[in-house]
Structure formats: structure tokens, C-alpha cells
């Protein structure tokens, strides 16, 4: 619930703290923005042109019967049109351009850093979370970038010249325009307020869905054996129902207030008409101004629509960037020493000296342990479930640091050994052997420097899975589905062997490794590591 609850959170409309680091991300392009802010400034002043044209036309040649100047003044306008198309795709090409470039140095820092965070963190964040900060929150972003920060200076820079041209062809008429600008403001704060309300319902109804999904897609097997496809088909019906209320609703409140708007807007020109034209009959105004006045106060309403949506633009973008910042400011409780030691050579001399560890303060699950194992020397470790026989493990690849106590590996404490050498001097194998999408080959390969087809093939033959992937369609080529789909249990576990092995580790870690192969095949393992060690 408290994942909901997160998802919903839209934020303030505006937050100078987060924008001051938005804005560092577009640093690097800022010649392109610079561009795109000129062009729009242009394209601003073109649709001010128009409405002017139309205003010379009429009252320079059409009410003085001159129709040699109509064929300039509308080649005029053609071309006016067409600069405005030109200089419009420009400035939106680059600004998506941009967008886009931002969303990929956003994805790239934030899986960057979720690489570096300890496992702690991702025992208490679910990995829905986390996805959701590299894909929709990021994707809002991108819509703040192209759709939102700019081009609210094109609606500004627009009304402000609407206004000024109004005012300066005729004052009185564009306050009799203005009349209904409280109006239009009442109408979008109610809608700003209504429509943040749905918002909120659809974030948290998107995050129901997508844990719902997470959760079951994964656990199909388990749905499957224990007949619970209709109770679960149920349960999403439940959550998809929501979900499409949550975005009916939204929809409805702009269905609403778009008509509203547009109302609003006839309304002003139907001011324009009846104080415009007895102006116009009063000789006291032109036809050519009134009607430049009608095409004016169309320009003019739709932008103060625009800007409301960008204001919502603007409110999910700081909520997204908030977490994605939260995200990016959890720092790593394993943290590599500032001078790491990088010793030549590992001997694999292993000491825990009265360490203590509690995932949870109040419930300790290791408490002045003792233990030394020599290079070269098997040692077992037996005890119940829950005993902390795979925390020895997680505490010796720093996976955790210990609370009290120290452990150390060749009389060096690990917490002063350069991280990446410690984890590569250790291989392990667990009970639940996980494969990556790739090949037979890239699997085995994984862990290291990038081994030759002879050392993947070597390592293959020591655990004895070289005749089953010999037998598989394409061989060590042989392309392996998302978490090893279409593997047995027990071939899975004897790559994960040939992984563990394939690089010589100086220490050897297997977590119940032997418990998905069937005795045969544990036999002939043991006698490859007994022939490696």
C-alpha cells in the first residue's frame, strides 16, 4: 500500500529545487534549446501576422474596390503560412530530439546507479518500483522537455503579442474581449483541481495493475497447479475496472472543460460582434479591425487552454522527478574503501571473527560466529532453515556488511579489498540457478573476462553438461529465453556449475547448489570439483 501511495503523489505545480536539477540535464544541449526558444519565438510572431494581413486586405482593397492588391497581400499570407509550417517542425523536431536524448541519459544514470545499490535496498523496494522509475517516470519527463517548459514560453510569448496588438488597434474592444478571461480562470482552477484528483486515481490504479501483473505472470506455474485462474482472472477484473473508472473520469472532466473553453470563446466573439459592429456601424472602427479582432481573440483563448494542460504537465513532471531523484539519492550502504587494496594473487584463506548480522535490527539471525577455513579446504555448514547458512555467504561477497564483528580473506578485512576483485575471486552457485536472455555460450561466459569457445566448452565438460548442450538445436549457440524457459531444472543448475567454474574462482560457494540434479548427475559433480580442487 505504501507503494500505491507513493504513486499517486503529484507534487507541487512547481518545485525550484527539483527544477534546478532538471535543468542540468539539459545543459549539454543547450545550443539546440537556445535554437528551438528563437524559433518559437518566431513562430509566435508569424501567428500574429495573419490576423493583420486580413485586416490590410479588407480595409485597403476590398472596401476601397482595388483587387490588383487582394493577389499580393494572399501570396503574402501563403507564404507566411508556409514559413510558419517550416520554422513550427524545426523547432518540434529538435525539442523531441532533445527530449528523447534526455529520457536516454536519465535511463542510463538511473541503471547505472540501481547497479551500485546493496541488496538490502532491493529486499525493501519492489522491482514494479523500480521499473516504473526507468519507464514512466522518465517517459513524463520527456513530456516536460518537448511538451511542457518550452512551449509554455510559445503560449506566453503568443498571448502577451495578441494582447498588445489587441490593445493597440483598439482598446475598448479588447477590454469587451478580456471580459471573459475571470471567467475561463475560475473554470480552469476547478478543473485543475478535479482533474489532479483523477490523476491521482490513475497513478495508483496503474500501480495496482502492474504489481497484480508482476506478481502472477511470474508465479503462472503456482496459478496453474493450485486452480486459481479464475479467482485471479477476478482479482483483475477488480483492478482493471478501477483503472478504467479512474481514466473514464479523467476523460469525462475534459470532455467537460475543452467545450467550456471553446464556449467561453464563442461567447467572446460574440462580444467582439455586437460592440465590434456598432463601432463598425459608428464608423468609429473598421471591418478590417473587427474581423482581425475575431481571428485575434481565436488565437487568443487557446493558448490559456494550453497553458492549464502544461500546468498538469508540469505537476506530474516535478512528482516523477521527485522519486526519480529519491531514486538516485539512495546512496550504496556497500561502499568501496578510497584506497582498495588489490592484492596479485588470492589465496582464499577465510575468517569471520565474531560476527554478528540482523537484516532487522530486533531479529538477529547471526550472533558471534566464528569460522576459519583454510585455501584448499571443504568446509560444510549444516543447520535449519533460517539458521544463517546463506547469510555466511551475502556477508562474505559484501552483499551486506556485518554489524559487529570483522571478516577477513587472507588476513586482509574485505571491507579495504577492492569490491570487484573480492566478488571475482568468489563463485557461487544457489539452489535457483537464474539465466539471462542470450546464448548457452554467453550464459557460462558471464561472470569475468570473456572467455574462448574452448574455455566455455572446457568448463562444460567438467560439470558434465557438455553432452546436453551438444544435443540442443544450435549447441553452446543455442539461444536461452528469459530466465532459462525451456531448460529443466537440473540443466540449468549444471550451467550455472560450468559458469561458477569456467574462470578458476579461488573460492567456491554453493548455497544447496545439488539439490535440482538428480544423484547421478551430483555424483559426477562432485568428482569434477574434486578434480578442480
Known amino acids: 500500500m505504501n507503494h500505491y501511495h507513493e504513486e499517486e503523489i503529484l507534487g507541487k505545480a512547481y518545485d525550484s529545487r527539483l527544477a534546478r536539477r532538471l535543468l542540468k540535464y539539459l545543459r549539454p544541449y543547450r545550443p539546440v534549446v537556445a535554437i528551438s526558444i528563437l524559433l518559437l519565438i518566431i513562430v509566435s510572431g508569424l501567428r500574429l501576422v495573419g490576423p493583420y494581413l486580413t485586416l490590410v486586405a ?50 542510463m544514470e538511473i541503471f547505472t546507479h540501481v547497479q551500485k545499490l ?28 518537448t511538451a511542457g517548459v ?60 502492474n504489481a497484480f501483473l508482476q506478481e502472477n505472470i511470474t508465479g503462472m506455474s503456482v496459478v496453474q497447479i493450485f486452480v486459481q485462474e479464475k479467482r485471479k482472472l477476478h482479482q483483475f477484473d477488480e483492478r482493471n475496472s478501477e483503472y478504467l473508472k479512474a481514466n473514464l473520469l479523467s476523460i469525462s472532466y475534459y470532455a467537460i472543460f475543452y467545450p467550456v473553453v471553446n464556449m467561453l470563446g464563442v461567447v467572446a466573439i460574440a462580444l467582439i460582434l455586437w460592440y465590434g459592429g456598432n463601432q463598425v456601424l459608428g464608423e468609429t472602427l473598421t471591418l478590417g479591425a473587427l ?45 568501496p574503501p578510497s584506497q582498495p587494496l ?13 560476527v554478528s548480522f540482523a537484516y532487522n535490527e530486533d531479529t538477529p539471525v547471526l550472533k558471534n560466529i566464528d569460522l576459519r577455513v583454510a585455501p584448499g579446504e571443504k568446509v560444510a555448514i549444516v543447520g535449519a532453515t533460517g539458521a544463517g547458512k546463506s547469510t555466511l555467504i551475502n556477508l562474505l561477497c559484501r552483499f551486506y556488511d556485518v554489524q ?36 548457452i555460450a554467453e550464459n557460462i561466459s558471464l561472470w569475468g573476462r570473456p572467455l574462448g569457445q574452448q574455455e566455455v566448452e572446457r568448463a562444460a565438460r567438467q560439470v558434465h553438461a557438455h553432452e546436453f548442450i551438444q544435443a540442443l ?31 578458476d574462482p579461488q573460492l567456491l560457494e554453493l548455497d544447496e547448489a545439488t539439490s535440482s540434479v538428480d544423484t547421478e548427475t551430483e555424483l559426477l559433480i562432485q568428482d569434477a570439483l574434486d578434480q578442480l580442487m
Not at 342 to 354: D, Y
Not at 479 to 491: D, F, K, M, T, Y
Request: net charge positive.
Open 58 to 107: 479588407i480595409d485597403r482593397y476590398i472596401m476601397t474596390g482595388d483587387s490588383a492588391g487582394l493577389a499580393p497581400i494572399a501570396l503574402l499570407f501563403l507564404l507566411v503560412l508556409l514559413f510558419q509550417f517550416v520554422v513550427g517542425f524545426v523547432q518540434t523536431y529538435l525539442m523531441n530530439w532533445t527530449g528523447q536524448k534526455i529520457m536516454y541519459d536519465l535511463r
Open 473 to 503: 538445436g544450435d549447441g553452446y549457440t543455442t539461444p536461452v529465453a528469459e530466465r532459462g524457459a525451456g531448460l529443466s531444472v537440473g540443466q540449468k543448475q549444471l550451467l550455472a556449475f560450468a559458469r561458477a567454474l569456467a574462470h
Open 150 to 209: 518550452v512551449s509554455i514560453f510559445g503560449d506566453i510569448f503568443t498571448l502577451s503579442g495578441i494582447v498588445l496588438v489587441m490593445l493597440w488597434l483598439d482598446w475598448k474592444l479588447a477590454l469587451v474581449c478580456f471580459s471573459v478571461v475571470p471567467l475561463l480562470f475560475v473554470v480552469t482552477m476547478i478543473f485543475k483541481t478535479k482533474v489532479r484528483g483523477s490523476y491521482r486515481w490513475v497513478r495508483r490504479s496503474v500501480a495496482k495493475i
Open 404 to 439: 559487529e564483528g570483522e571478516i577477513r580473506l587472507d588476513g586482509v578485512p574485505i571491507q579495504e579489498l577492492d569490491l570487484s576483485l573480492l566478488r571475482q575471486s568468489i563463485s557461487v552457485v544457489l539452489q535457483d540457478a537464474f539465466l539471462f536472455r542470450g546464448t
Open 342 to 354: 588489490k592484492p596479485a594473487k588470492m589465496e582464499g584463506r577465510i575468517e569471520f571473527k565474531n
Open 118 to 145: 546493496h541488496m538490502g535496498f532491493f529486499d525493501r523496494n519492489p522491482v514494479g518500483r523500480l521499473i516504473t522509475r526507468i519507464t514512466n517516470d522518465v517517459d513524463v519527463l520527456n513530456e516536460l522537455f
Open 291 to 335: 474581423v482581425a479582432f475575431i481571428q485575434y481573440s481565436e488565437r487568443f483563448y487557446k493558448p490559456i487552454s494550453d497553458l492549464s494542460e502544461k500546468v498538469n504537465i508540469l505537476q506530474s513532471a516535478m512528482a516523477s522527478s521527485e522519486r526519480i531523484f529519491t531514486l538516485l539519492d539512495t546512496q550504496p550502504e556497500i561502499a
